[in-house]
């Protein structure tokens, strides 16, 4: 939004009542012959609906001064004025990848019907996730092993699960052994709707694209509109010698799978000059664990505190954030004191210190392990 003290330069928001009686002192000024203006009459209330709508107009007018510039826009009117800069929100994409089915009798060939549902374990809420066959596949007689195409039943980011959560066939497959989703399964990261502050800043990078040699910026833009893509940075001091450029992208699931790296590469292909040399990879995922003993008033219930802890810490370590290669124990203390009631402290045993590493490297969260105690407690509390 405009800064308000330039707002109330230019489109000022008068106080109700103080436009009540400049209005009152006008009309006695003009000699109007209607003088009763105590709250209960008519006229009164006819004068204070023309100034409530005098006031809303003036709000309006600000809403549309501020929509008319991408840095001001909100909400639809963003996604309005990004039509400007070429540009559109991302869609939610659907996570795409092979399930592997394994075979104990493989005399005849088995057909796999599109639109075959394959599922996961219910997990602690009892949801189960869903993926539907995309293609008629057909693993030859003599084979033990193949593989089939599946789409998640939703998209987003759910679906872009760990290796070994497929397991169930819900159609009898004859002759199959078991089935699974297996390491590197992912073809397509499931995507979220672009957040509008990413749609933004793509907005604004766009003048990167006018320049007449390729930049950071414009390498960056054109890696960050292919959907799918979270994150783009440029590694541009000559990695690889004199010459050299790689383009670090990280997907909905941090690592991005080989056809997003693929799509990125056709991206910035035009970008290429006679000597360029691109190169594209996916960033590396680093999973942090976390052990945190955390402390609250000396007569506080702990029940559901080390749930809340765990779901704060899952929620600054999402991909959303700005500066993924880092974590700092300052940035943990500052979320669960500001968002648990009763907080007092917070003894931090994994990490053991402050993470600051490469650009082509991702922190997200492993294992969450928190213990909630109260600040007389001697003995260890609940885990």
């Known amino acids: 939004m405009i800064d308000e003290r330039i707002m109330e330069k230019i489109i000022p928001i008068p106080d109700e009542d103080e436009e009540m009686e400049?209005?009152?002192?006008?009309?006695?000024?003009?000699?109007?012959?209607?003088?009763?203006?105590?709250?209960?009459?008519?006229?009164?209330?006819?004068?204070r609906m023309l100034v409530t709508i005098y006031i809303e107009l003036k709000e309006l007018a600000r809403v549309i001064v501020n929509s008319c510039f991408i840095r001001h826009a909100e909400e639809d009117w963003l996604m309005i004025k990004a039509a400007d800069y070429?540009?559109?929100?991302?869609?939610?994409?659907?996570?795409?990848?092979?399930?592997?089915?394994?075979?104990?009798?493989?005399?005849?060939?088995?057909?796999?019907?599109?639109?075959?549902?394959?599922?996961?374990?219910?997990?602690?809420?009892?949801?189960?996730?869903?993926?539907?066959?995309?293609?008629?596949?057909?693993?030859?007689?003599?084979?033990?092993?193949?593989r089939v195409l599946v789409e998640a039943e939703e998209p987003g980011t759910f679906y872009n699960i760990a290796p070994g959560r497929i397991t169930i066939s819900m159609i009898y497959l004859d002759g199959m052994d078991y089935v699974t989703n297996e390491k590197g399964w992912l073809f397509e990261e499931g995507a979220e709707e672009e957040d509008l502050e990413d749609l933004r800043d793509r907005c604004m990078s766009s003048w990167a694209e006018?320049?007449?040699?390729?930049?950071?910026?414009?390498?960056?833009?054109?890696?960050?509109?292919?959907?799918?893509?979270?994150?783009?940075?440029?590694?541009?001091?000559?990695?690889?010698?004199?010459?050299?450029?790689?383009?670090?992208?990280?997907?909905?699931?941090?690592?991005?799978?080989?056809?997003?790296?693929?799509?990125?590469?056709?991206?910035?292909?035009?970008?290429?000059?006679?000597?360029?040399?691109?190169?594209?990879?996916?960033?590396?995922?680093?999973?942090?664990?976390?052990?945190?003993?955390?402390?609250?008033?000396?007569?506080?219930?702990?029940?559901?505190?080390?749930?809340?802890?765990?779901?704060?810490?899952?929620?600054?370590?999402?991909?959303?954030?700005?500066?993924?290669?880092?974590?700092?124990?300052?940035?943990?203390?500052?979320?669960?004191?500001t968002k648990i009631d009763n907080y007092r402290k917070t003894d931090i045993l994994q990490p053991s210190g402050d993470m600051l590493l490469g650009q082509n490297k991702v922190i997200m969260a492993g294992d969450i392990n928190v213990t909630v105690r109260n600040v007389a407690q001697s003995a260890s509390g609940k885990g």
């Not at 400049?22 to 006229?43: A, S």
């Not at 006018?210 to 959907?227: F, G, H, Q």
């Open 22 to 47: 400049k209005v009152q002192e006008e009309l006695e000024d003009e000699g109007f012959p209607i003088t009763n203006f105590k709250k209960g009459g008519i006229f009164y209330h006819l004068c």
């Open 210 to 337: 006018l320049a007449t040699r390729t930049i950071e910026e414009k390498l960056r833009n054109a890696a960050k509109s292919v959907p799918g893509v979270l994150d783009a940075r440029i590694d541009a001091q000559h990695p690889r010698g004199q010459g050299t450029v790689d383009v670090i992208v990280t997907g909905a699931a941090g690592e991005a799978s080989p056809e997003l790296v693929r799509k990125v590469g056709d991206a910035i292909e035009p970008l290429k000059g006679n000597y360029e040399d691109y190169l594209v990879k996916s960033s590396e995922v680093m999973r942090q664990a976390f052990e945190l003993v955390v402390y609250l008033a000396e007569d506080a219930a702990t029940d559901g505190v080390d749930e809340q802890a765990g779901k704060l810490i899952k929620e600054m370590m999402a991909l959303t954030r700005k500066e993924m290669n880092t974590l700092y124990r300052d940035s943990i203390i500052q979320v669960l004191s």
């Open 86 to 146: 070429s540009k559109q929100q991302k869609e939610a994409k659907a996570a795409k990848g092979y399930v592997t089915i394994y075979r104990s009798e493989y005399n005849n060939a088995l057909q796999v019907m599109k639109g075959h549902c394959f599922k996961t374990e219910p997990d602690a809420g009892g949801k189960e996730l869903k993926f539907y066959c995309c293609e008629n596949t057909v693993i030859d007689a003599g084979e033990p092993v193949g």
